[in-house]
Structure formats: structure tokens, C-alpha cells
């Protein structure tokens, strides 16, 4: 089995935290699971560094390659403190560093808010870091920092990217678990004043935690979580057991509905006031997507004239368009960036007419002609249940 454990800066509160971790982790590996534990630096330590670089100027984006290299200093430190700890047990460790040959998580080259890229990322897992944990060793890969593809200069992701690091490894590990290590113990549910770890939480629900606010899990690490691999949110004192709040996987599921009518507003100055004043007529409206500045009423046949009356006499839009036999299907699925892709080479290699393709948290639209269902549904079905 093996387990990708992300550890926060609220858990790494002080050196005995780093004992107490090391004491879990070690329970781990004597179960079995061959591990990789990426680690924030201590509570505080981050915001200490970049005050003293501010101190020393305040143009912080001017000099993006030596903010990066001082910053990653806190999680490389956090990494070598852990090691010392797991070393204490005879256990095995190796500590990847960005400037050495296996460092795997690289990225572009844009210093404070840098994009990981999973191809490289895959392709070093697969030669240099699987090989490691093959022969034993435990590794520790410092949080929030990467390695440009091109002039391999130390990057940083922003803050709280080591969930994204964590996620991106158990990903191209194809790692059994991924596992967040919280000072809470889980995702806390707070009803009524009460307090209480959630047992299990769906990625949907999860997606819309992070989507308002929740500081949770950075939202970038949603990117990279697929199933199988289950994750757990929970505290150092359950790591060992697998106890804590367990993500569930929603099925992937796909909508269609068909002849409907098209009308596109153009050149809106308020979209969204057009639809408070105008479209709020329930039962007429399948759907509202705004663009910019058009906004696509999607509606049933019957009711086109009724919208267009009723848009018509306001004048907030240039142009309107008007198209009938329309078909609008939703697919609703977690792994919205990567099936976007997948989808947009389907419909480009076979030639599908497609009015638009459109993506939101949890939701990916396609708007097309009827006559296209019949040849993309297999596809689509293909993508969305054969992954």
C-alpha cells in the first residue's frame, strides 16, 4: 500500500510536533505502506520570511527568483527536522530538495504563482521516485515549492499550495491514499454551536467547501484528486489508524435536453441585471449561461417568443440571435479540467458541430445541434463512465 501524507503548518506547531508526527508515520511504515509525507513549514514561519524580505524591499515581484529561493526555506527546513525525527526509528529516509536530480514537482517559470506541470511531474515519478520507495525508503518532499521546466530555478505555487503538492504526487503515484493531517482531526461540522468530525464527505460537498471559503484544501489540489485513491482528512493521533473524515467519490452522470430554443443576447451592458428583470419565469427557462458580455438564454421551444417579448421593449443588448433544434447537455463530474480536454480533442479529431463548451466547478455544458447527439452520446459515455 502506499500513502502520500500532506502535514500543515497548523500541525508543525513546535519541535515536539515533529517527534509526534515521526511516532505516527513510523506506526505507518511498520503496517506496511510505503510512504511520502510532503510538509508546510512551521506555524508562522513562512509569514517570518517574507517579512524580512519586504523589510529589505517592498517590489517583491521584481525580484520573484530570490523571494522564491528565501520562502522555500521554511518547508526545506520542515523536511530535514522530520527526516532527523523518522530517523530516530531506523527508519529509511530520503529528502528530495529542488535542486537535486529527482526533485519531481515542476513547474513553469512564473516565481510566487507557479502551475505545476503533471507531464514532467509523471515522468520523473516513474524513473526516479517509485524506484526509491522500491528499495524502503521513506521520502519527504518539501510543500508549496517547484523547479521551472526551462532555467530550473526554485518557484513557489502561493500560499497553502503543499495540498496541491501532496495531491499532484498521490496522483502520478497512483497512491492507495492521500491523507491531510489537520490540527481539527477532519472537516469539522458545526451545527448549533456543536462541533463534530464529519465521518465521510462527498467530493461534490467538498467542492463547494473550498469553491466558498473553507480552508479546507487549497482549491488547485481538486484538480489532481481522481478516484481510486482515498482520501482522509485527520490528526496526528488517527494518521496510524486511517481514522478521520474519508472523501466519497460522486458517480459522474450526464443530462440531455433536447429541442430547445437558442436565443443569444449580444453586446449586454448588465447581463445579470437583464436576467433579474427580465427571465426569472419558472418553468421557461432551461437554462442561463453569461459570456462576457452576451448572455445565452437556453429555453423550451414554445416559450421563445414569450422571452423575446419580453427582452425586446428593454433594449440593454445590441444584437440578438435566435436558433431552434438545440440540444444542451450537462455532465457533472469533479475531474472538470482534465475531461475538458479530453472532450475538446473528441470533438475536434471527429469533426462534431459544437455551438459552445463550457466549464464551472462541477459542471462542464455543451451546447450543440440535435442532429449532433447521436454521433457524440457514445463518446461522451465512453469519457464519462469508461474512465
Aim: net charge positive; with cysteine; proline share 3%.
Amino acid at each position: 500500500m502506499r500513502a502520500v501524507i500532506k502535514v500543515g503548518g497548523s500541525v508543525l506547531k513546535d519541535i515536539d510536533s515533529f517527534n509526534r508526527v515521526a511516532e505516527s508515520i513510523v506506526e505507518l511504515i511498520r503496517k506496511g505502506f510505503s510512504v511520502v509525507v510532503v510538509v508546510s513549514a512551521i506555524k508562522g514561519f513562512t509569514d517570518y520570511l517574507l517579512d524580512m524580505v519586504t523589510r529589505i524591499t517592498k517590489d517583491i515581484s521584481r525580484y520573484g527568483e530570490f523571494v522564491d529561493e528565501v520562502l522555500s526555506m521554511g518547508e526545506r527546513l520542515s523536511s530535514r527536522l522530520l527526516a532527523l525525527a523518522l530517523s530516530k526509528y531506523g527508519i529509511k529516509v530520503k529528502v528530495l530538495d529542488p535542486i537535486s536530480d529527482e526533485w519531481p514537482i515542476i513547474t513553469d517559470d512564473r516565481h510566487g504563482e507557479a502551475k505545476v506541470i503533471f507531464k514532467e511531474v509523471k515522468s520523473i515519478t516513474e524513473r526516479c521516485l517509485k524506484p526509491i520507495l522500491e528499495r524502503g525508503y521513506c521520502l519527504i518532499v518539501p510543500g508549496f515549492i517547484g523547479r521551472s521546466k526551462g532555467q530550473h530555478k526554485i518557484t513557489t505555487m502561493g500560499r497553502n499550495t503543499s495540498d496541491v503538492t501532496a495531491a499532484v504526487l498521490a496522483l502520478a503515484l497512483s497512491a492507495d491514499y492521500l491523507i491531510y493531517v489537520k490540527d481539527e482531526g477532519g472537516i469539522v461540522e458545526n451545527l448549533h454551536g456543536k462541533k463534530r468530525v464529519l465521518d465521510r464527505i462527498s467530493i461534490r460537498e467538498l467542492q463547494e467547501l473550498v469553491i466558498h471559503g473553507a480552508k479546507v484544501l487549497h482549491p488547485e489540489a481538486l484538480k489532481y484528486i481522481r478516484r481510486p485513491t482515498k482520501v482522509i482528512f485527520t490528526s496526528v493521533e488517527n494518521l496510524a489508524k486511517l481514522k478521520g473524515t474519508y472523501v466519497t467519490y460522486d458517480e459522474n452522470d450526464i443530462t440531455i435536453v433536447k429541442d430547445l430554443g437558442l436565443i443569444a443576447f449580444i453586446g449586454v451592458k448588465n447581463p445579470r441585471g437583464l436576467i433579474t428583470s427580465t427571465f426569472i419565469e419558472e418553468g421557461k427557462i432551461e437554462d442561463l449561461i453569461i459570456k462576457d458580455d452576451t448572455l445565452i438564454c437556453l429555453v423550451k421551444k414554445e416559450h421563445m417568443k414569450d422571452i423575446e417579448k419580453l427582452a425586446t421593449p428593454l433594449g440593454a443588448f445590441r444584437i440578438m440571435h435566435k436558433q431552434e433544434g438545440v440540444a444542451l447537455i450537462r455532465i457533472n463530474t469533479h475531474e472538470v479540467n482534465n475531461m475538458e480536454i479530453v472532450l475538446r480533442e473528441i470533438m475536434d479529431k471527429i469533426g462534431i458541430t459544437v455551438y459552445d463548451l463550457m466549464i464551472s466547478p462541477g459542471t462542464i455544458k455543451i451546447i450543440l445541434p440535435n442532429r449532433s447527439l447521436d454521433q457524440i452520446l457514445p463518446l461522451l459515455r465512453g469519457v464519462v463512465y469508461g474512465r
